[in-house]
């Protein structure tokens, strides 16, 4: 047999087109110009009533060193410069400590800030402002000791590649609230980031739900505009034409990976008029951007998106990511942890405090890791 014909789907349309010829035909035209016309995107209710109606995930790639931001070690004071007892390697995969490396205690300086006491070194005066906002949850770990591997745990739940990551998933449990941009939407800033679209990848979920990637440089969209002589009318004809065809495979197939490409041809239409007035901030008051830090180099490309992500969730996107890259510190930690300390502390909080005051932040869940 076929391999195609092994994928099939024994379906009210299969039944029809096998059994009842050309009636069928005619009923599975109608039955299918239905499901194409619904967009997989469309809000779904969820079992329960949820809080949250929105994630947005700033993903600090390379793994900030919580012991010199957030999670002070006094222990480690008494063991500086010491190498290590062999009870904290015992029976323990490690990349690159060697069994007689020494302990460094870190050199921040800690204090306690809002009314919850929450720890935060001097690297983080910002974030330190919204303490009583932030949940700080201590007790994550992994046994994968290598980035990709890690960053695959944590957003698809498992090391094998193939597996749908959250954003993914959300969008298709939930949908999106917005039909004219992505459901889940990717902004990154920093140099490089490792994993690439794995780290956004739909798996085995048809490609509707994988992330829409922002680019970082120049127009974060691009193609906003037609070409010079295609008019809206050309476009939309020539859209028409192809979803035509692509619908006739689809009969012919049951592949939902046609109906995703249909879905995502829609949208990109509908971006061309949503994306502009996404990018423009013309609106956006002077002390916004400026809380944000889009007056200082430092933070400027990160504050861009975190001011990004605020409208997103705004205009109804369910899922944004934002992957800032790298604090992969094997050496210079001072020097490197300082500069991706600069340059996302400030946003990070303008975006927390931003949400709360426009009454977005009970409803959207904003995950810093």
């Not at 800690?110 to 720890?119: A, D, L, V, W």
């Not at 094997?330 to 502390?345: P, V």
Request: charged share 20%.
């Amino acid at each position: 047999m076929n391999p195609q014909e092994l994928n099939k789907i024994l379906a009210r349309r299969s039944f029809l087109r096998n059994a009842g010829g050309g009636l069928g035909m005619i009923a599975l035209a109608d039955l299918l110009r239905g499901e194409v016309s619904t967009n997989p995107l469309t809000p779904k209710q969820p079992h329960f009533a949820p809080k949250a109606k929105n994630v947005i995930f700033l993903f600090m790639e390379g793994g900030p060193s919580q012991m010199d931001l957030f999670d002070p070690k006094p222990e480690l004071q008494k063991w500086h410069g010491k190498p290590l007892p062999p009870s904290m390697t015992k029976d323990l995969k490690l990349a690159f400590i060697k069994p007689t490396a020494a302990v460094l205690a870190s050199p921040r300086e800690f204090k306690q800030h809002g009314n919850s006491g929450m720890y935060f070194s001097d690297y983080l005066p910002h974030t330190s402002k919204v303490a009583d906002d932030i949940c700080m949850v201590r007790s994550m770990c992994t046994d994968a000791f290598n980035h990709h591997p890690g960053q695959l745990l944590l957003f698809t739940g498992s090391v094998q590649f193939g597996r749908p990551t959250m954003g993914a998933w959300a969008v298709y449990g939930l949908g999106s609230e917005s039909q004219n941009l992505p459901g889940f939407a990717v902004l990154s800033s920093g140099v490089g980031t490792s994993g690439g679209a794995s780290n956004f990848s739909s798996g085995f979920l048809p490609s509707t739900y994988q992330g829409t990637m922002l680019r970082n440089s120049g127009d974060p969209i691009l193609y906003l505009s037609n070409p010079p002589g295609v008019s809206k009318e050309t476009q939309r004809a020539g859209l028409d034409a192809i979803r035509d065809l692509n619908q006739e495979r689809l009969i012919e197939t049951e592949d939902l990976e046609i109906a995703s490409r249909i879905a995502s041809y829609e949208l990109a239409f509908r971006m061309q008029s949503a994306g502009p007035e996404l990018l423009d901030f013309t609106k956006e008051s002077a002390a916004t951007l400026d809380m944000y830090g889009m007056n200082n180099d430092a933070t400027k490309q990160y504050g861009t998106n975190c001011l990004l992500a605020r409208r997103m969730v705004e205009r109804g996107v369910r899922f944004v990511m934002l992957m800032h890259a790298s604090w992969d510190q094997h050496t210079n930690l001072n020097k490197g942890l300082k500069k991706n300390c600069d340059a996302t502390d400030q946003p990070t909080a303008a975006l927390i405090a931003d949400l709360k005051q426009r009454g977005l932040l009970d409803s959207t869940l904003v995950v810093w890791g």
